[in-house]
C-alpha cells in the first residue's frame, strides 16, 4: 500500500530534483505529510525544481497521464484547484496553496477507492535551478 501511494505523495511536485541545474527557476524544499483516517505517515522531504512564477502552479508528475486539472484559480497568493484521475488509480481531490516570495503551505485532500487522505505541504526558496 505504501508504495502504491507514494506515487500520489508527489502530487504537488512539479519536476524532479535530477533537473537541478544553475538557471533562473526556483529551487524549493518541500515537506509533505500525509494523513489518512487512522494512520499518519511520517513527513518526506524532497527538493524541487520549479518555472520562476509569482503563483504556484498546481500540476500531477509526469507518469500520471490520466489525471487532469480543472477549476484552477488564483486569488492574491493563493492558488485552489480541483483534480480528477481516471482508470485503474481513478481518484478526486482539490488543493490549496499559499506563495509568499520564499515559501509556500498548502494541503491536498484526495478520495480514491473509499480511502480518504489529507496532504500537508510546506516548502521554502533554498536556491535557483533550471526547469525543463
Known amino acids: 500500500m505504501k508504495?502504491?501511494?507514494s506515487g500520489w505523495l508527489v502530487l504537488a511536485v512539479m519536476v524532479p530534483?535530477?533537473?537541478?541545474?544553475?538557471g533562473s527557476d526556483e529551487l524549493w524544499e518541500m515537506t509533505s505529510k500525509t494523513d489518512m483516517p487512522g494512520m499518519s505517515m511520517p513527513a518526506v522531504v524532497h527538493t524541487a525544481?520549479?518555472?520562476?512564477?509569482?503563483?504556484y502552479q498546481p500540476q500531477t508528475a509526469p507518469e500520471q497521464k490520466n489525471c487532469e486539472m480543472t477549476d484552477v484559480t488564483f486569488s492574491g497568493n493563493t492558488?485552489?484547484?480541483k483534480m480528477r484521475c481516471t482508470g485503474r488509480d481513478a481518484m478526486d481531490g482539490s488543493g490549496e496553496m499559499t506563495r509568499s516570495k520564499d515559501t509556500m503551505k498548502g494541503?491536498?485532500?484526495?478520495?480514491m477507492q473509499n480511502?480518504?487522505?489529507t496532504?500537508?505541504?510546506s516548502g521554502r526558496l533554498?536556491?535557483?535551478?533550471?526547469?525543463?
Open 3 to 5: 508504495k502504491r501511494l
Open 17 to 22: 530534483a535530477s533537473v537541478m541545474a544553475a
Open 49 to 55: 525544481c520549479v518555472v520562476k512564477s509569482d503563483a
Open 79 to 81: 492558488t485552489r484547484w
Open 107 to 111: 494541503s491536498i485532500k484526495l478520495s
Open 115 to 117: 480511502m480518504q487522505m
Open 119 to 121: 496532504q500537508f505541504i
Open 126 to 132: 533554498i536556491g535557483r535551478c533550471q526547469a525543463k
